[in-house]
């Protein structure tokens, strides 16, 4: 579609501004999370092994999630399904503050990955029906304002949590909040027509099953930083909550500027190169956080991890969306969900290795799965 098509289009420009400020919603719950989890790791004495076990909580209610989130897509529209997600994910933020023990901890944590599993592919599914309509690269732009809406929650918790607001207060105010913001952005999203026909879900095959194992790899890497950095920074560098989230807060910052301008680096090297190039600065940021003498290099690094993955996963669903041989609903939730399965191994994985080393060890897995990237990321040719 022409530019001067798309400047017609006023039903695609108001979708996306609605779509945009739905991927800034999920990132601000997202993120609003991190920097309570060292918090309640602390209230509920939990060593790593056993906080890697909560944390598992999140990645098993996405991946319930999203098969049947691709069903529903498929019967009744994204749009209806993000509409219903939306709500249910911002109050989720409510439970995990509140658990009053690691079972209960658990099951808040598989709600909240319940929550944003569904709102995950119903949102993406969207953005890629609007790409589409644009004819030209925009996805990482969506996934720009998730990243931007990361900065503001992980930053903006740390910084409240730090002046002594309480964590019960943070997280209602800011559920009730988004509850009021995403009714007009549900209210401009793309409509669209279901496509009952053929089934719902299957396992991807050949070229699409391993784009589903790079966004293994690469939700792997995004997972250890939703979880592990603000622990990481606290142990290592003995900080309170506050500062402690300012790993995650550098990550999302330049995770944001890397997607606000990713989608003309994607159009300009092609997608296979920038995903190599994504997956070396990870790797490099990885190694510069770990070996940092100072809380600042751990920042600086930090950031250029957020760098590096910034496009990985708008590039891996951008290529998901547009298979030949998978239907946009079930090609997304299938890829989607393989790349939960990084967070379903990673928190469990990285807490079990850190209880009989280190967690600076256990972050080490993380350089692997990205030099793992650039070894295969010529598969995304042939999804």
């Not at 999920?26 to 790593?48: C, E, K, M, Y």
């Not at 995950?120 to 969207?126: I, S, T």
Request: glycine share 12%; charged share 10%.
């Amino acid at each position: 579609m022409s530019e001067l098509a798309v400047a017609d289009d006023r039903d695609a420009r108001l979708a996306r501004r609605g779509v945009l400020g739905l991927f800034l919603i999920n990132g601000l719950v997202t993120a609003s999370l991190v920097p309570h989890i060292p918090l309640f790791q602390s209230r509920l004495d939990l060593s790593p092994g056993w906080l890697g076990i909560a944390l598992l909580g999140v990645a098993i209610g996405a991946i319930v999630s999203m098969p049947l989130t691709a069903q529903f897509i498929e019967r009744y529209t994204s749009r209806t399904v993000v509409t219903v997600a939306t709500p249910i994910y911002c109050l989720a933020l409510i439970g995990p503050i509140v658990a009053p023990s690691l079972p209960t901890l658990f099951a808040a944590l598989v709600l909240f990955g319940l929550g944003n599993g569904s709102m995950d592919v119903a949102m993406n599914a969207q953005a890629v029906d609007i790409e589409k309509r644009y004819g030209r690269p925009i996805m990482s732009s969506f996934h720009g304002f998730f990243s931007l809406g990361g900065l503001i929650g992980a930053g903006g918790g740390g910084l409240l949590l730090e002046m002594g607001v309480a964590p019960w207060t943070h997280v209602t105010s800011l559920a009730v909040v988004l509850l009021l913001a995403c009714a007009p952005a549900l209210r401009v999203s793309l409509r669209g027509q279901g496509e009952a026909s053929g089934p719902h879900f299957v396992l991807p095959r050949g070229a699409l099953l391993g784009v589903g194992a790079l966004a293994l790899f690469t939700l792997f890497c995004e997972g250890a930083m939703n979880d592990w950095s603000a622990v990481y920074l606290r142990d290592a560098f003995s900080l309170g909550p506050g500062l402690a989230a300012m790993g995650y807060a550098s990550f999302s910052l330049t995770m944001t500027l890397g997607r606000l301008t990713g989608d003309r680096v994607v159009a300009r090297l092609g997608r296979v190169p920038a995903a190599r190039l994504s997956a070396t600065l990870a790797a490099s940021g990885m190694a510069l956080t770990l070996l940092a003498p100072a809380f600042w290099v751990a920042l600086v690094g930090f950031g250029i991890i957020g760098l590096g993955l910034a496009n990985m996963i708008p590039i891996l669903f951008s290529a998901a969306g547009n298979s030949r041989t998978m239907r946009r609903g079930p090609a997304i939730a299938a890829v989607a969900t393989l790349g939960y399965a990084g967070l379903l191994t990673g928190p469990p994985l990285i807490g079990f290795v850190a209880q009989w080393t280190n967690l600076s060890t256990a972050l080490a897995m993380l350089i692997v799965a990205m030099l793992s990237v650039i070894v295969f990321a010529p598969i995304i040719r042939h999804a």
